[in-house]
């Protein structure tokens, strides 16, 4: 009669390998699914895909922009808060828009010009598209749903807290700096 007797070490080796997928999915469950709000591909100001599953577990300032408005120069005060909060986990991302006035005109490529030369914009920008109810991207539309407050004007702000379950809406005359926008953006990154 034999027995079988195994090394502590090939015992671990074995524990190890059965339960590596496991260890895999417990992670990714730790890090949390991408949120309905950022589930979506659009495309970036030059054409290509973004995902913006990659802001899950991020702040995100999300802001409809166009370059000929009274409001144009709150690019400046965005990009700002960009730089100062990015490392802490805040990505602002312009969402262009045309619809109020008509005071985005231009191309992709004339807005991704004018938001680099004029004002140093590196956060990032989708395409054009629309913001208002009934013809709202995705995401501007789901920004509606949860704060039950649609974009009335260029530079209407929306901020999404790192697990996408809570937004706040700020109007388009709110200045990125606003301290009700600071203290918010804050809060959010030191929960």
């Known amino acids: 009669m034999s027995t079988f007797t195994m090394s502590t070490i090939t015992r671990r080796r074995l524990i190890a390998v059965l339960l590596l997928p496991f ?7 730790a890090m ?13 100001l030059d054409g290509e895909p973004m995902d913006l599953c990659e802001f899950s577990g991020k702040v995100v ?43 985005e005109p231009g191309s992709n490529s004339e807005i991704r010009d004018f938001c680099e030369l004029t004002y140093g914009v590196e956060f990032p920008m989708v395409e054009k598209t629309s913001v208002v109810p009934g013809k709202a991207n995705p995401v501007f539309a789901e920004l509606t749903r949860m704060t ?8 209407h702000k929306y901020l999404l807290s790192r697990d996408g379950k809570r937004a706040f809406s700020y109007p388009a005359r709110m200045k990125p700096q606003n301290p009700k926008i600071v203290t918010q953006i804050e809060a959010l990154l030191n929960e």
């Not at 039950?148 to 530079?155: K, M, Q, V």
């Open 32 to 44: 949390g699914a991408c949120p309905d709000v950022l589930n979506h591909k659009l495309n970036s």
């Open 148 to 155: 039950d407050d649609a974009p009335e004007w260029n530079f």
């Open 23 to 29: 260890m895999g999915l417990m992670a990714s469950a």
């Open 61 to 103: 300032l999300a802001v409809n922009t166009a370059s000929y408005c009274g409001n144009t120069p709150q690019y400046e005060g965005l990009q700002a808060l960009y730089e100062k909060y990015r490392g802490r986990g805040l990505v602002v991302v312009g969402f262009p828009a045309n619809d109020f006035g008509y005071q």
